[in-house]
């Protein structure tokens, strides 16, 4: 009897525990998608995806700046920065270097709406991330010593968004747009509340908006998701439940005059914006606004980007977009644009967008947005961390996480629903715009003119216008092949997600580079995919879009090439464009002209930003004399003298058929591939040895530092950037691989730096070390953000860190820490068909 009763109290523990942890409702929405509440009112959601090896872990909380009263602007930011400090068992440092050890990432952000914790990592370790994540939530301890030290480091990120340009315009943009939402206040609060923070006021805000019903689990990867939900049930499911009603938000007022604004700053590249007020996120005219501004202002086929850049010049860059959150949200337009030029600009963009009300949209438009929406959606889908955020995403603004739904409306919208929508929305007494220029210049048209300009815009509105497959690689199934020219082609086969990544690589970049020709290779870089012989830059441009594919060219400090991106179906087509753009390049005079003040535009918000800034002298000072030293977007003198020609004669002196190396990843067969790269480059002739273009590049490393070198650049900001670095190791040298570690042990949230210098002493908002490693030769250091009253005890704590290293030994653990790092963060680069077709061209 003894015996049995005890089974039965032991049954009914065990029966107990098993209710408490149950979930009330659990279905699977899709294949591998799974969709659970617990009793509490936590939701867990989860994506399956066997065989990707990574995971990703979230923990969102609908807590965002838009429900902070007035005594709170700010916090939500603050506690996202807290809640790393620090538990009840682990102390600060603790919970990322958890993540850290096993190469994993871990970070968290805050929007308007939500505060979402994040980590990304092997799979193996995804139930390690559940409990990391849930203990910071669930028990920090908000130590009020950290507290005060935090806040110090908020207040230095409130200082540098001063010398950020498209920060300060967005916020005041939003700030004109809206007069009574949040949405018109910034996310990170402002230096009065900040201060008056404290442990207190973040307990009673938490108890407010962290509770079951108002938290969400997702977890997309290599999982089984009811393990994963009944995980999250034993970890969470213990939190008590709450029922409290949401939070109400005041409505904005409908806006019924044109609103506007100039900003002065110390900055040397103009800047402007339009917002309209639009839609919310689950109103029906969301997906049309989404294709819509496709067609208006996303990329080179766009509307606002062919009128104002390419046929008018206004423009050296514009692009529209929809915000929709969960509350009505705006459509914005953005440009980059010389002073002189502002009304003009102003005027066409709006006369551009109102356009919409008259005239429909082609079928080829209309086709093109709806491709690219698809492809930006299944490429995002491509990491497990795109689909942990969108399926957060949906499900908070929606209550449902199935994107495929949004897909759907997509696919289905009209030429009339679109004009429909620019009728509904788009008008002269919504719009609000805003100019940042330079101090003093007076580039910012008044009120009277704006409003003149406005209605202009409004009238003129209605007139129309198998060698082998590789063994023992780390991404499978890689086959090289030798064609008969010279042309190396690498092709990786993977079926997983119906994309193909496409690489082009050529020897060269800034190492081809002298101080009078500083800047070509930045120059073809952007002028290559502007056109062909058969084509022009925007028959070209329409080719590319039609396909919901993307081609562009890049540059760096060892290579040069072109980068494509498609859908698999249209691998064979894609794959002819960039042996069109390779070999038949247009090298247009007047593409050129367009490109030229971009590049010079270029050059000015690399003087606006300090960080930039820093980075290029240092590099300069380091390798004096080596082209690793010069400018990486090029010199001014070089920029404004170089022709079409001269960049032609330059491209085709490096651009040869046996210095090219083709890498394919994605969704094609390897032999099948091969014959259609055979068709497409095999008939390119090699250059002929002792001709102009048969070059053998020999270039000397730098000379060795024989004394500390100290540069300074004065400028009038908010804070002071410092980078102090060394010599390193060439990308041959056996020492890059103890660099790399080296780097990865004083870097990351639980790094030497960050917790040395930040955490314990608050001496910088921004920390980091860096390591290059060129052909020649490379580099290392750190990086440090800080206030100027805080400079000198910076640079001494710096020393003291590296003074460290050189004459204390590394604990193991330190080093297995950092080696975990590289291999997870090397994993989890590799995600994408387009990162793969890179790696493997350029090793």
């Given at each position: 009897?003894?015996?049995t009763r005890?089974l039965?109290?032991?049954?009914?523990?065990l029966?107990?525990?098993?209710?408490?942890?149950?979930?009330?409702?659990?279905?699977e929405?899709?294949?591998?998608?799974?969709?659970?509440?617990?009793?509490?009112?936590?939701?867990?959601?989860?994506r399956?995806?066997?065989?990707?090896?990574?995971?990703?872990?979230?923990?969102?909380?609908?807590?965002g700046?838009?429900?902070?009263?007035a005594?709170?602007?700010g916090?939500?930011?603050?506690i996202?920065h807290m809640?790393?400090?620090?538990?009840?068992?682990?102390?600060?440092?603790?919970?990322?270097?958890?993540?850290?050890?096993v190469?994993?990432?871990?970070?968290?952000?805050?929007?308007?709406?939500?505060?979402?914790?994040h980590?990304?990592?092997?799979?193996?370790?995804?139930?390690?991330?559940?409990?990391v994540?849930a203990?910071?939530?669930?028990?920090?301890v908000?130590?009020?010593v950290?507290?005060?030290?935090?806040?110090?480091?908020?207040?230095?990120?409130?200082?540098?968004?001063?010398?950020?340009p498209?920060?300060m315009?967005?916020?005041?943009?939003?700030?004109?747009?809206?007069?009574?939402?949040?949405?018109r206040?910034?996310?990170?609060?402002?230096e009065?509340?900040?201060?008056?923070?404290?442990r207190?006021?973040?307990?009673?805000y938490m108890?407010?908006?962290?509770?079951?019903?108002?938290?969400?689990?997702?977890?997309a990867?290599?999982?089984?998701?009811?393990?994963?939900?009944?995980r999250a049930?034993?970890i969470?499911g213990?939190?008590?439940a709450?029922?409290?009603?949401a939070?109400?938000?005041?409505m904005?007022?409908?806006?019924?005059?044109?609103?506007?604004?100039?900003?002065?700053?110390?900055?040397?590249?103009?800047?402007?914006?339009?917002a309209?007020?639009?839609?919310?996120?689950?109103?029906?005219d969301?997906?049309?606004?989404?294709?819509?501004?496709?067609i208006?202002?996303?990329?080179?086929?766009?509307?606002l980007?062919?009128?104002?850049?390419?046929e008018?010049?206004?423009?050296?860059?514009i692009?529209a977009?929809?915000?929709?959150?969960?509350?009505?949200?705006?459509?914005?337009?953005?440009?980059?644009?010389?002073?002189?030029?502002?009304l003009?600009?102003?005027?066409?963009?709006?006369?551009e967008?109102?356009?919409?009300?008259?005239f429909?949209?082609?079928?080829?438009?209309?086709?093109?947005?709806?491709?690219?929406?698809?492809?930006?959606f299944?490429?995002?889908?491509?990491?497990?961390e795109?689909q942990?955020?969108?399926?957060?995403?949906?499900?908070?603004?929606?209550?449902?996480p199935?994107?495929?739904?949004?897909l759907?409306?997509?696919r289905?919208?009209?030429a009339?629903e679109?004009?429909s929508?620019?009728?509904?929305?788009?008008?002269?007494?919504?719009a609000?715009?805003?100019?940042?220029v330079?101090r003093?210049?007076?580039?910012a048209?008044?009120?009277?003119?704006?409003?003149?300009?406005?209605?202009?815009?409004?009238?003129?509105?209605?007139?129309?216008?198998?060698?082998?497959?590789l063994?023992?690689?780390?991404?499978t199934?890689?086959?090289r092949?030798?064609?008969?020219?010279?042309?190396?082609?690498?092709?990786?086969?993977?079926d997983t997600?119906?994309?193909?990544?496409?690489?082009?690589?050529?020897?060269?970049?800034?190492?081809?580079?002298?101080?009078?020709?500083n800047?070509?290779?930045?120059?073809?870089?952007?002028l290559?995919?502007k056109?062909?012989?058969?084509?022009?830059?925007?028959?070209?441009?329409?080719?590319?879009a039609?396909?919901?594919?993307?081609?562009?060219?890049?540059?760096?400090k060892?290579?040069?090439?072109?980068?494509?991106?498609?859908?698999a179906?249209?691998f064979?087509?894609?794959?002819?464009?960039?042996?069109?753009?390779?070999?038949?390049?247009?090298?247009?005079?007047?593409?050129?002209?367009?490109?030229?003040?971009?590049?010079?535009?270029?050059?000015?918000?690399?003087?606006?930003?300090?960080?930039?800034?820093a980075f290029?002298?240092?590099?300069?000072?380091?390798?004096?004399?080596?082209p690793?030293g010069?400018n990486?977007i090029g010199?001014?003198?070089?920029?404004?003298s170089f022709?079409?020609?001269?960049?032609?004669?330059?491209?085709f002196?490096?651009?040869?058929?046996?210095?090219?190396?083709?890498?394919?990843?994605?969704?094609?067969?390897?032999?099948?591939?091969?014959?259609?790269?055979?068709?497409?480059?095999?008939?390119?002739?090699p250059?002929?040895?002792g001709?102009?273009t048969?070059?053998?590049?020999?270039?000397?490393?730098?000379?060795?530092?024989?004394?500390?070198?100290?540069?300074?650049?004065?400028?009038?900001?908010?804070?002071?950037h410092?980078?102090?670095?060394?010599?390193?190791?060439?990308?041959?040298d056996?020492?890059r691989?103890?660099?790399?570690?080296?780097?990865?042990?004083?870097?990351?949230?639980?790094?030497?730096?960050?917790?040395?210098?930040?955490d314990?002493?608050?001496?910088a908002?921004?920390?980091?070390s860096?390591?290059?490693f060129?052909?020649?030769?490379?580099?290392?250091?750190?990086?440090i953000?800080?206030s100027?009253?805080?400079?000198?005890q910076?640079i001494?704590?710096?020393?003291?860190?590296?003074?460290?290293l050189r004459?204390?030994?590394?604990e193991?653990?330190?080093?297995e820490?950092?080696?975990?790092i590289?291999?997870?963060?090397?994993?989890?680069?590799?995600?994408t068909?387009?990162?793969q077709?890179?790696?493997?061209?350029?090793?």
């Open positions: 009897m003894k015996t005890a039965f109290l032991l049954l009914n523990i029966l107990v525990t098993t209710m408490n942890t149950t979930p009330l409702t659990a279905e929405l899709a294949p591998h998608l799974h969709k659970a509440i617990l009793d509490n009112g936590l939701t867990v959601l989860v399956e995806t066997p065989g990707t090896r990574v995971a990703a872990v979230e923990i969102w909380v609908k807590a700046s838009v429900y902070e009263n005594e709170e602007a916090i939500t930011h603050f996202e809640i790393f400090k620090g538990t009840e068992t682990r102390g600060p440092g603790e919970l990322a270097g958890a993540i850290e050890r190469g994993g990432r871990i970070n968290a952000y805050t929007s308007y709406e939500n505060t979402v914790y980590a990304t990592l092997s799979a193996a370790h995804w139930d390690m991330a559940l409990e994540l203990e910071a939530v669930m028990h920090s908000f130590d009020p950290e507290v005060e030290r935090e806040i110090k480091v908020v207040l230095e990120e409130v200082a540098m968004r001063y010398d950020r498209n920060i315009m967005f916020q005041e943009l939003m700030a004109a747009a809206y007069n009574r939402h949040p949405y206040l910034p996310v990170i609060g402002n009065e509340t900040i201060r008056g923070f404290t207190d006021k973040i307990l009673a108890k407010n908006h962290y509770y079951p019903r108002n938290m969400m689990v997702v977890v990867g290599d999982v089984a998701g009811p393990e994963v939900i009944a049930a034993e969470m213990n939190m008590a709450a029922d409290r009603q939070d109400s938000l005041p904005e007022p409908v806006q019924d005059e044109a609103r506007f604004f100039a900003l002065e700053a110390e900055i040397m590249q103009p800047q402007m914006a339009i309209i007020p639009i839609s919310k996120f689950k109103d029906p969301t997906p049309v606004l989404d294709v819509l501004s496709e208006a202002g996303r990329g080179e086929t766009s509307r980007y062919r009128k104002l850049r390419d008018k010049q206004l423009v050296y860059g692009n977009m929809a915000f929709t959150p969960k509350d009505p949200g705006i459509f914005k337009i953005s440009a980059v644009l010389d002073g002189g030029n502002m003009q600009a102003f005027e066409a963009a709006l006369a967008l109102f356009r919409f009300k008259h429909s949209v082609t079928d080829e438009e209309l086709k093109r947005a709806k491709r690219r929406l698809e492809s930006e299944v490429f995002n889908l491509e990491r497990v795109g942990a955020r969108v399926l957060g995403s949906f499900e908070m603004m929606t209550g449902d199935r994107e495929e739904r949004y759907d409306k997509i289905a919208v009209t009339e679109i004009k929508a620019a009728r509904k929305y788009f008008s002269r007494e919504t609000t715009v805003g100019f940042l330079p003093g210049s007076g580039f048209p008044d009120r009277e003119t704006i409003e003149a300009a406005i209605a202009r815009a409004d009238a003129a509105a209605i007139q129309s216008d198998s060698e082998a497959l063994p023992d690689t780390y991404l199934r890689v086959h092949f030798r064609l008969e020219n010279g042309v190396t082609l690498l092709v990786r086969e993977d997600v119906p994309t193909v990544g496409i690489r082009a690589v050529f020897p060269g970049g800034m190492r081809a580079e002298t101080p009078g020709t800047g070509a290779f930045s120059y073809i870089s952007d290559l995919p056109g062909t012989r058969k084509m022009t830059a925007n028959e070209f441009a329409e080719e590319v039609d396909m919901a594919g993307e081609i562009t060219g890049f540059n760096g060892n290579t040069f090439g072109i980068k494509a991106d498609f859908l179906r249209f064979s087509e894609g794959l002819t464009l960039v042996r069109d753009v390779l070999r038949e390049p247009a090298f247009d005079p007047m593409e050129a002209e367009k490109i030229r003040p971009e590049l010079l535009s270029q050059l000015k918000q690399q003087e606006d930003s300090l960080t930039s800034l290029q002298e240092f590099y300069r000072q380091l390798f004096d004399g080596h690793y010069l990486s010199s001014e003198d070089a920029i404004k022709t079409a020609e001269a960049l032609e004669s330059i491209y002196t490096h651009a040869k058929p046996e210095n090219l190396v083709l890498t394919v990843s994605g969704d094609v067969k390897a032999e099948e591939a091969r014959e259609v790269a055979a068709s497409l480059f095999g008939d390119w002739e250059a002929k040895k001709t102009a048969d070059i053998e590049e020999d270039i000397l490393p730098p000379a060795p530092l024989r004394e500390e070198k100290v540069r300074e650049i004065t400028r009038d900001k908010e804070q002071v410092l980078v102090i670095g060394f010599m390193g190791a060439a990308l041959n056996n020492d691989f103890v660099l790399d570690v080296l780097d990865t042990i004083l870097s990351g949230q639980s790094g030497r730096l960050f917790s040395g210098m930040r314990k002493q608050s001496l908002y921004s920390l980091s860096f390591a290059f060129g052909l020649d030769t490379g580099a290392l250091g750190i990086y953000g800080t100027p009253e805080k400079k000198q910076a001494e704590s710096a020393w003291q860190e590296l003074e460290t004459t204390e030994p590394v193991k653990e330190e080093i820490r950092a080696k975990n590289l291999i997870g963060e090397y994993e989890l680069a590799m995600q068909h387009s990162a077709a890179l790696e493997l061209g350029l090793n």
